[in-house]
């Protein structure tokens, strides 16, 4: 490889690696980054841990991953960001960029002139997308979810590039790929501006496990090796099965909740799901299965409101 590359003050060429803060104009903070050049041609692929910040298996694997490869073993370039919300992070705020008490996976493409959130996702956007082959966004359930691991594929963009991310999914060792048609988050935009995607999901609930931090390393060394950037791959014992519809199901109003299934359950239509209540335990709603189907990820926290989907549930293709 005969090449530098650089994303904004990070810069490598043939051989180097270089740990940095990534320093984003117009922003407050930094991020820990790791930009790894290997000796030979490959693709560049970005590898994201902590666009939300407290998801922490994808940030603890993103952070072990820029300790364990090296410019010897990589074609190519990769650049790790571990995690994307340090202040998130470190202020344990679930989901928000603190600054600005805004989503960032719900900013893209953002705005040069908009809120912090939205001036690190238009910075994504022109100073990152347009040098990527592939991006991996690591994430998982947040504190108030409990999950079962699975995995969205970017749809947005064009039939070749849905094909491509699709192709990198099937590499990943989880039960289930999801199609996702939205044009928001930070996998989604990549796919339309022609970047193959892929949002991993995996760790829920505040916790993080090695287990779960090395499922998640092993996931993306396939990947790697898939697009070309690795010589070898770790054993795969599962495909992915692909989901053919997905509802997200957030509270009509706001109360008390009380599941009745957990993550990973398989449900029927009509079966039970989970009840709102008021603080006087009156029954506000109550939700059902509506269709036979596998629960992806629900609320575990005693409050939900619309901010968060009191739970997912995704059909299965036959």
Not at 50 to 71: D, F, K, N, R
Not at 227 to 254: C, F, I, W
Not at 294 to 309: H, K, M, Q, S
């Amino acid at each position: 490889m005969d090449k530098t590359v650089s994303f904004g003050n990070l810069s490598a060429g043939a051989g180097q690696i270089v740990r940095e803060w990534l320093q984003v104009p117009e922003v407050s903070f930094s991020i820990p980054a790791t930009l790894i050049c290997g000796r030979t041609d490959g693709p560049t692929v970005l590898v994201s841990g902590g666009i939300h910040s407290c998801e922490y298996v994808g940030i603890q694997a993103a952070v072990a991953l820029s300790q364990q490869l090296t410019p010897q073993e990589i074609h190519g370039a990769l650049l790790l960001l571990h995690p994307v919300n340090p202040v998130g992070f470190q202020a344990r705020t679930a989901s928000l960029v603190p600054t600005d008490g805004r989503n960032l996976n719900r900013e893209f493409p953002g705005s040069e002139q908009g809120s912090e959130s939205q001036r690190l996702a238009h910075f994504f956007v022109t100073e990152i997308y347009p040098k990527l082959d592939f991006y991996l966004d690591l994430h998982g359930g947040e504190i108030f979810e409990n999950l079962s691991p699975y995995v969205y594929f970017g749809a947005a963009g064009s039939k070749e590039v849905e094909e491509r991310a699709k192709k990198a999914a099937q590499c990943i060792n989880v039960p289930y790929m999801v199609r996702s048609l939205a044009k928001t988050g930070a996998y989604n935009y990549a796919g339309i501006m022609g970047v193959p995607s892929l949002l991993l999901e995996r760790g829920c609930a505040g916790t993080w496990t090695p287990q779960e931090v090395e499922e998640d390393i092993q996931d993306v060394r396939r990947v790697l090796a898939h697009l070309g950037m690795l010589d070898h791959a770790p054993r795969q014992s599962q495909v992915p099965k692909l989901v053919t519809e997905v509802l997200y199901q957030k509270p009509n109003t706001p109360g008390l909740w009380y599941p009745q299934v957990q993550a990973g359950d398989f449900v029927r239509y009509g079966q039970p799901i989970g009840v709102v209540r008021d603080y006087w335990g009156k029954e506000l709603e109550r939700y059902t299965a509506p269709y036979n189907g596998v629960v992806l990820y629900l609320t575990r926290t005693l409050w939900a409101d619309d901010f968060i989907e009191l739970f997912t549930i995704a059909k299965l293709e036959k």
